[in-house]
């Protein structure tokens, strides 16, 4: 059996290694979601902060011998904890300036933190082991697939769900909401609303190095790792509709699935075919496919 | 007695004139090489900021002068971006009076400065690039490739990967000039060593996941996957053909692989895997000796090309010493009569295509058991005569060599 003369078995797959890499867009453009929904910033260091996640868990392994799954807790929480820094200190002053200043400012960290990780590390980049428990592979029939990419995406998939539910289904979500379309009356109410801020700041943040982790064993850590994913995540946050929490995890996946297919069917295009979308959605729904219009 | 004694004056004279016009004939009082590489791409370690301090370390080895006259060096990042290559080239040479241009990794890079370098008559060498088209149909009088290209690669590592067994090849090829160079010339050598090729796929340059293409790969049945790609698009490939098995029913041939790509890869997972290059710094006591120069700075082991652009900096400044002039027709006609000897190559010219010929290696990688000292990890297999590694008269398309 063949679909647009690919065989069945291939095309499924495809559609598994999109999943794949759905996964990880999913789970970077929620964290942008997250932080633009709530905090208004364009948040151009989120790549870089993936990237650093991923040397988190390396230097752990290679200068402290903490293994994977210590890594995947402690890297979000030293990466969580220089967001709150960066909020604290530098983001906390633009909240009330136009957004592009936003932007300016956490693409600027990102270029910075590249450059000292390049100093530090070089280009080529290291390599982080896939740990015992997920080593291996299992035969699907149609395809051979590592056990790993498999906990990848029901990892993200729980953390993407998890987020979701915060935000969307509890109380502190709901003040989370509340916080960021009226500041003056939910600090009335005697909430706290700059750490609220601050928090979800870090926790975005704690979303990319987790990402970091979980790509660590299976692309090469480098300091570049993260500028070359970082576009196609916004594209991606684009699409979905700025800030649309649900909204960029579906998009995530979809066009991890999309990106999938264009590998078979004309692999030249893979690196544009997300962008190409994303010029359509523009014109026919220029607040993104989840997005509302405001 | 007074005889003598007119002609000595007038050699002397002579003499002096001929020193003053000499050192008038370098132009700005100051010889100025460039240096236009990826510094901080995906390219960067095998060339880039430790390309440019090995070209440093030469110049301060041949004094740092010529003939009393300053020797400068300019670098600048291409990102690699052929245009932003060539308005650099072309800055330098009208705003700052270079006189020579080294061009580092990228082919798409490296045709678009010979462009330029043909067009305002420098000499320009051409090191980290790989398009085998700069000495064929895009050739230029006033070009030298220098350490490697696309043809040399595909004839030392594909006729021994078919001659072990390897009759039938799928390609993971990188989309752009280098990499379709590459798969055209090992094609053409896997074809005439008695092999086949039964299909490729071409990915974007650093694409982030190469698992689709190698599934393709693999449903080709293919028993061979030639890797025509380089740097991290190389690396990933590799991690992700050990991750998905691919290597169980597979064996990959990476035909642009550095000892960079080896060091961070690991032996496990390129153990066995056939490479050419043109220099490995465990070849000689020679190399050992730079070799170990370099690694005092760098705390790794230089590339072939890192190699390379010491060896070309020396060969141009002794050009220019020996005939007093860093006027670019000269030196380029002077650097064409001259012959490459050092710890690079032995014997090395350069040929009317622009091609500079000298041996090629084809190399295995070790075992993890076989490697005994840090970065010890090639087993050199067999010379590639320079003659035969290049391309023939009657393969090459350069109008400067029928």
């Not at chain 1, 969307?168 to 909430?191: D, H, K, M, S």
Request: aromatic share 10%; with cysteine; glycine share 10%.
């Amino acid at each position: 059996m063949e679909i647009f003369g690919i065989p069945i078995q291939a095309f499924l797959g495809q559609l598994l290694l999109g999943l794949v890499n759905g996964s990880f867009y999913a789970m970077l453009s929620l964290g942008l979601a997250v932080i633009f929904g709530l905090l208004g910033i364009v948040n151009f260091a989120h790549g870089a902060l993936y990237m650093i996640g991923a040397y988190v868990a390396f230097v752990a392994l290679d200068k402290f011998g903490i293994n994977y799954w210590f890594a995947l807790l402690i890297s979000p929480l030293v990466v969580g904890a220089l967001g709150v820094v960066i909020e604290r200190t530098l983001l906390k002053r633009l909240y009330k300036i136009d957004p592009i200043y936003g932007l300016l400012l956490t693409f600027g960290l990102a270029l910075i933190a590249e450059g000292v990780f390049r100093y530090w590390f070089d280009v080529s980049g290291q390599s982080y082991p896939v740990p015992d428990l997920l080593q291996g592979a299992t035969n699907l029939g149609f395809m051979v697939l590592p056990n790993y990419r498999a906990w990848v995406v029901v990892a993200s998939l729980a953390v993407c769900l998890g987020t979701w539910f915060v935000i969307e289904r509890t109380r502190l979500g709901a003040y989370l909401r509340a916080g960021t379309e009226n500041p003056a009356l939910v600090q009335a109410f005697g909430i706290n609303v700059p750490v609220m801020v601050m928090l979800t700041y870090g926790g975005g943040c704690a979303l990319a190095a987790f990402a970091g982790v979980l790509a660590a064993p299976v692309i090469q850590v480098t300091p570049l790792m993260g500028s070359n994913l970082i576009i196609i995540v916004f594209a991606v946050v684009v699409i979905g509709g700025m800030g649309s929490i649900l909204g960029s995890i579906l998009t995530g996946l979809g066009l991890g699935l999309i990106e999938g297919l264009t590998k078979v069917f004309y692999p030249e295009a893979s690196s544009i075919v997300v962008f190409v979308i994303m010029a359509i959605v523009l014109m026919i729904r220029p607040a993104g496919l989840f997005g509302k219009e405001k | 007695m007074k005889l003598t004694q007119i002609s000595a004056a007038c050699a002397l004279a002579a003499a002096s004139l001929f020193a003053a016009s000499a050192h008038a004939q370098i132009s700005g009082d100051v010889v100025k090489i460039g240096f236009i590489s990826d510094l901080s791409g995906l390219y960067a370690d095998i060339d880039g900021p430790a390309g440019a301090e090995a070209i440093r370390m030469a110049i301060a080895d041949f004094g740092g002068n010529v003939n009393g006259k300053k020797i400068e060096l300019l670098v600048a990042d291409h990102q690699n971006k052929p245009d932003v290559a060539a308005s650099k080239a072309r800055e330098w040479i009208d705003q700052q009076g270079l006189d020579m241009l080294i061009g580092g990794t990228n082919s798409g890079t490296g045709l678009s400065m010979a462009q330029v370098m043909l067009e305002k008559k420098k000499p320009y060498i051409s090191i980290g690039a790989g398009s085998s088209a700069l000495t064929s149909e895009k050739c230029s009088p006033y070009t030298i490739h220098y350490a490697y290209d696309t043809v040399a690669l595909a004839k030392g590592t594909a006729p021994a990967v078919v001659k072990a067994g390897g009759k039938t090849w799928y390609f993971l090829t990188a989309d752009y000039a280098f990499g379709t160079a590459l798969q055209a010339d090992a094609t053409a050598a896997v074809t005439k060593a008695g092999g086949s090729v039964v299909g490729s796929v071409r990915a974007p340059l650093a694409s982030s996941d190469f698992s689709s293409f190698l599934l393709q790969a693999q449903s080709s049945k293919a028993e061979i996957l030639g890797l025509a790609n380089a740097g991290g698009d190389t690396i990933n490939a590799i991690k992700a053909a050990n991750e998905f098995g691919i290597t169980k029913t597979m064996k990959l041939a990476g035909l642009l692989m550095f000892i960079n790509d080896v060091h961070s890869l690991g032996l496990k997972a390129t153990q066995g895997m056939y490479l050419t290059d043109s220099w490995y710094w465990n070849q000689s006591a020679e190399t050992r000796a730079w070799a170990k120069r370099f690694f005092d700075k760098f705390k790794r082991m230089p590339s072939s090309l890192q190699a390379a652009d010491y060896s070309a900096t020396m060969f141009y400044l002794t050009a220019v010493k020996a005939i007093g002039t860093d006027d670019g027709d000269k030196v380029n006609e002077q650097m064409r009569k001259s012959k490459v000897n050092d710890m690079y190559t032995k014997g090395g010219y350069i040929r009317a295509d622009g091609s500079m010929i000298h041996d090629m290696y084809l190399m295995q990688v070790k075992t993890p058991a076989q490697s005994t000292t840090p970065w010890d990890y090639y087993n050199v297999v067999s010379t590639t005569k320079g003659e035969d590694a290049f391309l023939t008269k009657a393969e090459s398309k350069c109008a400067l060599w029928k």
